[in-house]
């Protein structure tokens, strides 16, 4: 009797987990400037150095530009990431690449970020595991990139 108790209340408690909903609409990781490629460069750029964000790499001919890693509480994993255990991760880190796509009038700006939790008991020994954006991140940058173009006319 005493073991049916205990399972039924371990099988009970088990339901109460919670889960956090994955987004329906998709993720808005691009966005199209009507401005010039020097100024949509430069306000990329600005808004990265603004957000302290170290570059790995920044091409302006090839309109590539790669941060170093940013790295974050992991229990904030939900202000970056598609996530229904939020909790569970010591650290977490992002990178982004970007990309200025050159047109006649106009330029996209695409953001691919890359997200990752940390299980592990430290940073440099931490397995890494990747979670998918929830897209706040690119939108915020990307709505910070048209601000500054705004500032720069």
Not at 6 to 31: Q, S
Not at 53 to 75: C, E, H, Q, W
Not at 94 to 119: C, P, R, W, Y
Request: net charge positive; glycine share 6%; proline share 5%.
């Amino acid at each position: 009797m005493r073991r049916l108790i205990v399972l039924l209340l371990f099988l009970g408690l088990g339901g109460c987990a919670t889960t956090i909903p994955l987004p329906d609409k998709p993720i808005e990781n691009n966005r199209t400037f009507e401005a010039s490629y020097d100024k949509v460069w430069t306000a990329t750029m600005q808004v990265l150095a603004e957000l302290t964000y170290s570059l790995r790499m920044a091409d302006k001919n090839s309109g590539v530009i790669i941060t170093d890693y940013v790295n974050f509480p992991g229990k904030e994993i939900l202000r970056y990431a598609q996530y229904n255990r939020p909790f569970s991760d010591r650290f977490g880190r992002f990178k982004l690449n970007i990309t200025i796509q050159k047109n006649d009038s106009d330029h996209i700006v695409k953001i691919i970020s890359n997200i990752e939790a940390g299980l592990g008991l430290g940073r440099l020994s931490a397995p890494w595991v990747n979670r998918p954006s929830n897209g706040h991140l690119e939108s915020m940058i990307l709505s910070k990139i048209q601000s500054k173009i705004l500032e720069l006319r």
